[in-house]
């Protein structure tokens, strides 16, 4: 499931925190995250808050907001429609644990520090694991994001106990400040296109997936949309010209061989489902890792053959380069044997 942040008093006014609100419900996000601790916040910051969070709690969102105990005691927690307070300065384990017999919303503790003795001192006192889930932190700074081993083994103690976990990724378009270079958990991801950061936390065994920066832009919003369960989805850029027979393969749902070749990812079903001749076109062009290729019909038995480049190779006329998927390399790194995938079409 994949969510949005939001944050009162930073760079965004409050009707466009709002309007993003509805834009996000309208693409199908659920689930909001937000802080009410943040050092830079401005004087609108509480009064912006309030209003938030009503508009969340309208909109029907799962809302978690990440909170110091002196804004806890500030705010009418029962007013709004919070589902998890991710608690910061000020909270012992003990009061932790007490809220989630006292309150109705549940807890969020912080994924990258919290450990087993943690878990463990929280069921002594009494809290009830079944309202607890986890989320990481993300990292404002370019190179302290935490590396993909760290991550699983984190997320491995939360999942011995059945908790859930969460994690964040970066818009590309929509960067927060004061730093404004992203706010990923994994440093790998801080440049990467939000749809393959997303779909690489699935994949790591992560429950919810949240862009950490706000403002993301339509086309983040609409292509995290467009994720299916049990399909990758890799962006690719076209090249010109493309044949309406290659445009139907490229729109199609592909199955990588059981049998894929050393160098490329191998389409199972392209050259049955092709439909028509395939004629050389950007047949010339050099065939670079990730390029995307489609055999014309110079190569005889192989026309439709489609791939996925794990290797650059010369040109050959025989094959034209379709397109890029250089974009999804983490998704395509990672693709099985048997696995599906499918492309989303980025524009220029």
Do not use: W
Not at 58 to 64: E, P
Not at 88 to 103: I, Q, R
Not at 234 to 254: A, F, Q
């Amino acid at each position: 499931m994949n969510g949005i942040s939001v944050y009162a008093g930073m760079d965004n006014s409050i009707e466009e925190i709002v309007e993003y609100l509805n834009k996000a419900r309208s693409f199908g996000v659920q689930t909001l995250f937000t802080s009410a601790h943040i050092p830079e916040t401005d004087e609108n910051f509480l009064e912006d808050l309030k209003i938030l969070l009503e508009e969340s709690s309208k909109l029907g969102f799962t809302t978690i907001i990440d909170i110091s105990k002196n804004y806890f005691e500030k705010l009418d927690m029962g007013r709004y429609k919070i589902d998890y307070l991710r608690l910061d300065y000020g909270f012992t384990l003990e009061e932790a644990a007490k809220m989630t017999n006292e309150y109705d919303f549940g807890i969020t503790v912080n994924a990258t520090t919290f450990t087993s003795e943690d878990i463990e001192n929280f069921i002594k006192f009494g809290g009830n694991v079944e309202k607890i889930n986890a989320c990481h932190n993300f990292y404002p700074r370019k190179g302290t994001g935490i590396s993909e081993e760290l991550f699983i083994e984190r997320n491995k103690i939360f999942q011995r106990y059945g908790i859930k976990t969460m994690a964040f990724i970066p818009s590309r378009d929509g960067r927060r400040g004061p730093v404004y270079e992203g706010l990923p958990t994994l440093e790998k991801h801080r440049d990467v296109l939000p749809m393959v950061s997303a779909q690489h936390l699935f994949k790591l065994g992560v429950d919810f997936v949240v862009i950490g920066d706000a403002i993301a832009s339509d086309e983040e919003l609409e292509s995290l949309a467009t994720l299916e369960k049990g399909v990758n989805v890799i962006p690719i850029k076209l090249n010109d010209n493309l044949s309406k027979v290659e445009l139907e393969l490229l729109n199609s749902i592909h199955t990588n061989r059981m049998d894929p070749g050393e160098y490329a990812i191998r389409s199972q079903e392209s050259r049955l489902i092709k439909n028509g001749e395939i004629v050389p076109k950007n047949n010339r062009l050099p065939r670079n890792k990730y390029s995307v290729t489609i055999d014309n019909k110079e190569y005889k038995r192989y026309e439709g053959e489609f791939q996925i480049l794990k290797k650059e190779l010369p040109a050959d006329e025989r094959v034209n380069v379709v397109g890029d998927s250089g974009a999804g390399s983490i998704l395509i790194d990672l693709l099985e044997p048997g696995e599906k995938f499918k492309f989303y079409i980025m524009e220029d």
